[in-house]
Every structure is written in C-alpha cells, then in structure tokens.
DNA sequence: GTAACTGCAAAATATTTGCATCCTT
DNA sequence: AAGGATGCAAATATTTTGCAGTTAC
C-alpha cells in the first residue's frame, strides 16, 4: 500500500503546497532515483527550476529523500524507507544499482551492503554501495 | 618506489607537456583524491583552467585516474594503480572514505570491497563502496 | 493575519567549445 | 614540419541568492 504525498508532508510538519505534493508524487510513482533534471522535465514548465531546488533541500533536510552517489556530477535522489532514520541519522543501508545501458539508477531495497573492515583508526558513519551494470529489464 | 610522471605519460602515449607533468606529480604526491578546483588551487594561476579539464578528461580516457563517486556533485579523481585496468575496462576494487572532519577522501588500497549478490537479472560491471565517517588523523 | 513558500531576476559558479598560437616529437 | 596541446574568449549549464508577491494554516 503506498503513502500518500500528504501524509508524509504533515509527518514531517511541512505545509502541505502544490509544488511538494507534485514533486513527492513523482517520486512516489518513479521506480527509479530522479536528478533535479528529471523532475523539472516531469513537472513541465508548471514550476519554477528555482522550486524544485529548495523543494529538494527541504525534503533532504527533513529525511524524506536522499541523495545516491555517483560518478558523473549528476546528485539523484531517492525516497527514503522507514528504516532510513535510525537514531535520527540517515542510513539507508540498501545497494544502489545504476544501468550503463538505460542509464537510470535504482534503489535495490532488498539488497543488504555487506559489512566491511576498515582499518585501524578508522570509523564508519554512512557506508554507499553503488553497482553499475546491465539492469533487469536491459540485459 | 614512486612512479615518476614522464614515465606514466610514456606508457600511456601521451606526449610530455609541463602541465601534464605538473598535475601528475600533483596527484603522484597527494595522499587525498582530489577534484578540479583542489588541482586548480595547487596549480596557482600556472595553469589555465581549461587545461585543467581537458588534461583530467584525457587523464580518465587512459586511464590514469578514475574518479570516484559521491553524493556532493564534486568529481574527485584518485591515480589508478596497475590493478585498475583488467582485461580492457576500468576495475578498482578498493574501499573509498570519505570524512567528515576534514572533507578529504582517499582510496584504502588494501581494503577490498566484498562481494554482494544482487537480485536475479541484474549484472555487476562495476562496484563502488564509499564509506564516510571519520578518518585516522581526524578521529 | 502571519509566517512560510513561490516566481522572477540576477548573481555566482561550473563546464564546454572554438580558434589562434605554441610546443612536443 | 606537423599534429597535438594550450590559452583566451565566449557560450552554455548549473546552482544560489534576494526580494516582492502569494499561499497555507
């Protein structure tokens, strides 16, 4: 059963405005991680470029998406779980897979980061996983 | 034994040029990877911008430095050692840190990413761990 | 009604491209 | 000498900031 923009908007005490809803349903029905690009195509010239910038920020700031790493510049973000704050620190600690082929990156949710050793001295906060290759639907 | 600039440009069939070597021996002698602006701060107006770029770019094309993935929208590029190239496609299989304190990120050569099983249908290529915390010397 | 959000303009920053000149081989 | 590399100018793209008008509660 999926959220509802709204609720997640009143849970975490934003206003409930017509570009946050807009935005967050687009995350909510995108199977995929959306660059800033993404959105602003998808929202079609209805709101300002300006917008989307801050709408990000907000819902980063509050824990409902996060960014996924990557090599070429572009910040994508994602829907965060439940699971994603613990102990009031973000910690998403699924791989996230992007596609050479149809480019688009995506949360494997139920694919757990393995542990790793670090060395002496040092200490881990956040660990990202990010596997690139031939997707599902592109193999 | 350090790897001297000349030579790596050599190998690669690059022609020897001061800029070349200048950035080279930058990286060569940086513990931390390093993005274009910390290149361009170490250069002192010595080299153009521009240049900078294109000698980055050419740099990935064969090879010598691979970049590293992360969530700021700042590409960082770290020297490739000899295991990074295997059988024609680019294959570093250490652990970055990322820290927190000091901002730097560096590869931990000697620790290896472990393996992780993905989900039926999709195929590794490439994988990427990026563990943020805090390092050695800031802990 | 008030505080917060949005759009527009513009500034600041980052990256790419074209071209004439210079350097490496 | 020839081809490639560099520097400069400028085009393009991206992100941030300020402010006035609008909207949610």
Redesign the interface.
């Known amino acids: 059963m999926k959220k509802l923009s709204g609720d997640i908007l009143k849970s975490s005490a934003l206003s409930i405005t017509s570009s946050r809803t807009k935005i967050l349903d687009i995350f909510l029905s995108s199977p995929t991680a959306l660059a800033h690009q993404d959105i602003e195509l998808k929202c079609k010239e209805k709101y300002d470029r300006v917008t989307i910038y801050r709408t990000l920020q907000t819902f980063m700031e509050k824990g409902i998406i996060h ?9 994508r973000y994602a829907l965060c779980n439940d699971e994603c704050i613990v102990a009031g620190h973000h910690h998403d600690n699924h ?1 996230h ?1 992007s596609c ?1 082929a149809c480019g688009k990156t995506i949360c ?1 949710d ?2 757990q ?24 639907t592109c ?1």
Do not use: Q, R, W
């Open positions: 960014t996924i790493p990557s090599s070429d510049n572009i910040t791989v897979f050479d494997l139920d694919t980061i393995p542990t790793v050793k670090l060395p002496i001295g040092y200490h881990a906060h956040e660990i990202n996983m990010i596997v690139s290759g031939v997707c599902k193999k």
